[in-house]
């Protein structure tokens, strides 16, 4: 029963059980040796929250303003590819779980659904598109006016990706992406009538992406865009230098380049470069509301969780998508209580160090 399961970490358990080895080995997996992959996890973990007591608070909000639109908790849904393979309303019954429980679910280009079933699936719910560019700029363009038009608020343009990362697990259990999925908002884009296979994408992507190519579309773009992918204070700049309205702190769930740093080692100076003039998301290895507590007060704006949330979707569908953020949002409350703040926006700098070296984790 979903009800019993009281935190992530039970659903991942879950997880693992139910799917079939080379459907688990893609969704939980990352590149290389898996240091960062462990290293987001673990880095969040180094950090401690020093807490103020006696605020004199009687009630406490997890509720934020974002891009402009009110969300339940600084807490969204990330874009997480071929979710068809753990569910089969698949990115339908994650766009509901995320309306229900009040936030913004990314789509990504390689859903198994396109963005217009997406958004009537939930049409009360809100919803950020994730962009691949394309060398074909028309398609590029097609993908981004598709999402506009069925209603999604913001593109999220991920930037860390020009290869496939070196994923071993999937070599190991011999995964590939069933051909007949394809990849449906790219078939539209191309205008195609057959299925699109993800290396046929793959080819058709434009690795050589620029910040001006970038500063070119955020232009042309008539709802906010934001970088996806950025670990660097250089690169969180020359993003909102090149026109992003935010951007998103994230090695891609550690499946790009493996020994980057973690998002939480990242987070700070990101925040330092970005200065105010955007928003700043992180994402990567969040897995507890305190780990949504402590990349608020390093100065995020916002968290997206990726494995998490399919997880949910993999045990319990729709339901267990919902009860994964449901729980997110119940503990970040509780630790918002516990430190002394009524709201996400009272979480600071100084609510936060390191661990102690004698700890599981210190650096
Ligand atoms: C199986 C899988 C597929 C993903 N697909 C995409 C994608 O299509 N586009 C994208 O920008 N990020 C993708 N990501 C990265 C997520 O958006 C996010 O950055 C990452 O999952 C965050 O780490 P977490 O899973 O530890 O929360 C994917 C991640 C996973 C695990």
Not at 153 to 168: H, K, S, W
Not at 212 to 236: F, M, N, Q
């Amino acid at each position: 029963m979903i009800e019993d399961l009281v935190n992530v970490a039970d659903f991942e358990r879950l997880a693992e059980e139910k799917l079939d080895a080379g459907v688990a080995g893609y969704f939980f997996g990352g590149a290389g040796d898996e240091l960062t992959l462990a290293e987001n996890v673990a880095a969040w973990k180094g950090r401690r929250l020093r807490p103020r007591v006696r605020a004199g608070l009687d009630s406490w909000s997890t509720r934020v303003e974002l891009l402009g639109g009110d969300v339940s908790m600084p807490v969204l849904v990330a874009p997480v590819a071929y979710q068809g393979l753990v569910d089969p309303d698949g990115e339908e019954a994650m766009a509901r779980a995320a309306a229900a429980a009040g936030t913004v679910m990314c789509l990504s280009t390689l859903a198994t659904r396109r963005p217009r079933p997406v958004a009537e699936a939930a049409p009360g719910g809100r919803r950020w598109f994730q962009l691949y560019c394309f060398k074909d700029d028309g398609v590029t363009r097609a993908l981004i006016e598709d999402a506009v038009d069925c209603g999604y608020e913001a593109i999220l343009v991920t930037v860390d990706a020009p290869r496939g990362g070196n994923r071993e697990r999937d070599r190991r259990t011999g995964f590939a992406i069933p051909e007949e999925l394809g990849v449906p908002s790219v078939e539209a884009a191309l205008g195609s009538d057959r299925a699109v296979t993800i290396e046929e994408t793959f080819e058709l992507m434009d690795p050589a992406l620029s910040w001006s190519d970038l500063e070119a579309l955020a232009s042309d773009c008539r709802v906010p865009v934001l970088v996806k992918g950025v670990l660097t204070a250089e690169d969180a700049a020359l993003a909102i230098d090149h026109g992003a309205a935010g951007v998103v702190v994230s090695n891609h769930g550690g499946r790009q380049l493996d020994r980057c740093p973690a998002t939480a080692d990242a987070l700070p100076e990101a925040v330092e470069a970005v200065a105010g003039r955007g928003a700043v998301l992180v994402d990567g290895g969040i897995r507890r509301g305190v780990d949504v507590a402590i990349a608020l007060a390093l100065g995020a704006d916002a968290v997206l969780v990726g494995r998490p949330a399919l997880w949910g979707l993999a045990v319990g569908g729709e339901s267990g998508a919902r009860r994964v953020l449901e729980l997110l949002r119940e503990e970040l409350e509780l630790t918002l209580a516990l430190c002394g703040c009524a709201s996400p926006t009272g979480l600071t700098r100084a609510h936060v160090q390191k661990a102690p070296a004698a700890s599981v984790y210190s650096d």
